[in-house]
């Protein structure tokens, strides 16, 4: 076999904290497809080379699982079966200019597949993540949104960078430059959450693959809410003051080392999240308006529901307003 064959037919490529993880666990179910067993490998990030020295909390365990060795990456497919449909799934493809271009250049014929989520509410799961896993320093929501510029000029990594990440219009406005629109299929994160069955088979015939195969999206893996205060406070700088201290040890060893006190810190948090309030999304509005816009014209579509001063909620506030 020659080395093309040993790369993706299709990619899902944006964004975090979008449903990518639930799209690519319920597509890897269906009967065509054999999906990468590293579910983000970030080799189009990376142009062969080791990936950047990201600097923010835990980014340097992060940083040494990026696949970024042609032949690894290649060995990733090297299993599939001669008829699959290889997927591969990076949601920061679609944030990252390079991982852009190299992607257009490299992938000519392979298919991408792009979910959208109102980018207040994307960033807000974002920053509750690495809230509730006592890597994000600051308890509160929008001014880790305000300290954005910052992180970026000291070399945090991408996912940490809540407001750009959810520039979707900018970052499709430029990928329609490179790669043909019609390889490009754009979903919204209500529909695969509130319609699973029907989202996953439009994704299907996209794809050319037989549907009804896969009906369902597996349950979102949520972590539960950690309120600010000494204990968070004193837990979280061990945990971030560990990463840091064992930035030279391998990825499996930290997680095991910081899995007892990661456990301490999320015990006893609340199964459901805070909801944010309208004025936190009024105040953050203002910096997502002319990105909305764009992305209306770059795809002919209303997000008019973006700009409401109300957030339309997390997983399990959707699915659970979707089955009542």
């Known amino acids: 076999m020659s080395a093309r064959e040993f790369r993706p037919d299709v990619v899902i490529i944006g964004a975090p904290k979008a449903g990518t993880s639930a799209l690519h666990a319920a597509l890897a179910q269906h009967p065509q497809i054999y999906a990468s067993p590293v579910k983000e490998p970030k080799y189009y990030m990376c142009w062969d080379a080791p ?104 070399g945090w990594a991408p996912f940490w960078h809540y407001q750009r990440l959810g520039r979707y219009g900018e970052q499709l406005a430029d990928l329609f430059e490179l790669v043909e629109r019609e390889r490009v299929f754009v979903l919204r994160y209500w529909q695969l959450v509130s319609h699973p069955d029907e989202t996953l088979n439009r994704v299907a015939r996209f794809l050319g693959i037989a549907e009804d195969q896969v009906t369902t999206i597996p349950p979102d893996n949520a972590r539960p809410f950690v309120e600010p205060g000494l ?61 909305i816009a764009r992305l209306e014209q770059t795809l002919g579509e209303s997000f008019e529901d973006w700009r409401s001063a109300a957030g339309r909620g997390s997983f399990a506030e959707r699915t659970q307003t979707a089955s009542s």
């Open 231 to 291: 204990r968070t406070s004193v837990l979280g700088r061990v945990i971030r003051a560990g990463a840091t201290a064992a930035s030279y040890a391998s990825p499996q060893v930290w997680r095991r080392a910081s899995k007892p006190l990661v456990s301490l810190l999320q015990h006893g948090g609340r199964t459901h999240r805070p909801k944010l309030a309208s004025e936190q999304r009024i105040a953050l509005l203002g910096d997502c308006l002319d990105d």
């Open 51 to 154: 990936p950047p020295a990201y600097r923010g909390p835990g980014d340097a365990h992060s940083n040494q699982e990026w696949i970024w060795r042609r032949a690894d990456y290649e060995a990733l497919f090297r299993e599939a079966p001669e008829d699959a449909v290889r997927l591969e799934s990076t949601p920061f493809y679609l944030y990252m200019p390079g991982a852009r271009r190299r992607i257009a250049e490299e992938l000519p014929e392979a298919k991408l597949v792009v979910i959208v989520r109102d980018p207040i509410d994307r960033a807000y799961s974002n920053w509750m993540h690495l809230w509730v896993d006592g890597l994000e320093p600051i308890s509160d929501f929008v001014e880790a949104w305000h300290a954005e510029d910052h992180r970026v000029a000291a």
